[in-house]
């Protein structure tokens, strides 16, 4: 059995992760962990829940992501990017929207794969910036709780072309 560290020393068990590569896989371990009382929503679930973030934020449409996300939900953006900081709220992801367009030009958002395991959604993308900037390669981690994402924290490969991006769009 999988097992992780928490910061304040706690070991605890790790649910097996899961793949969109292999769903038949992900129905059987979600039931079972389901059955057991271990999990509160299926993959399937989550990933449709990310899925639907992706899709309504992209048009702006964020009143329909906030009925998907918990009341004290937040989201973490890395100190060395432009964004830096904590994003509180019900309205944080309408808010890091705002500030991210007000200061980046990104022209797409190329989603690579998606994973589910326990509590979380990882997503592997990147943004493709205007001008023929480099992109900037990231996974976001979506944690749930209560059938509802409580958390975004994205994990950027390099934040240089985000400064970069920055920097051109100002």
Not at 29 to 46: A, C, P, Q, V
Not at 119 to 134: K, N, R, S
Not at 158 to 167: F, Q, S, T, V, Y
């Amino acid at each position: 059995q999988r097992t992780s560290i928490t910061r304040a020393g706690v070991v605890r068990p790790m649910a097996p992760m899961r793949s969109t590569k292999w769903p038949w896989v992900n129905k059987l371990l979600s039931d079972f962990l389901i059955s057991e009382g271990k999990l509160d929503m299926t993959d399937d679930e989550k990933l449709a829940i990310v899925n639907r973030l992706y899709e309504r934020s992209a048009v702006g449409d964020f009143d329909t992501c906030e009925t998907l996300l918990t009341d004290d939900f937040f989201i973490v953006e890395a100190d060395d990017t432009p964004m830096a900081g904590t994003f509180t709220g019900i309205t944080a992801l309408r808010d890091l929207y705002a500030q991210v367009f007000g200061m980046l030009e990104v022209t797409n958002v190329v989603r690579t794969e998606m994973t589910s395991g326990g509590d979380y959604v990882v997503t592997i993308l990147h943004f493709e910036f205007a001008d023929g900037l480099e992109p900037a390669h990231l996974c976001e981690m979506f944690r749930f709780r209560d059938g509802k994402v409580c958390e975004i924290r994205p994990y950027y490969f390099d934040a240089a072309p985000l400064r970069a991006a920055h920097e051109a769009f100002k």
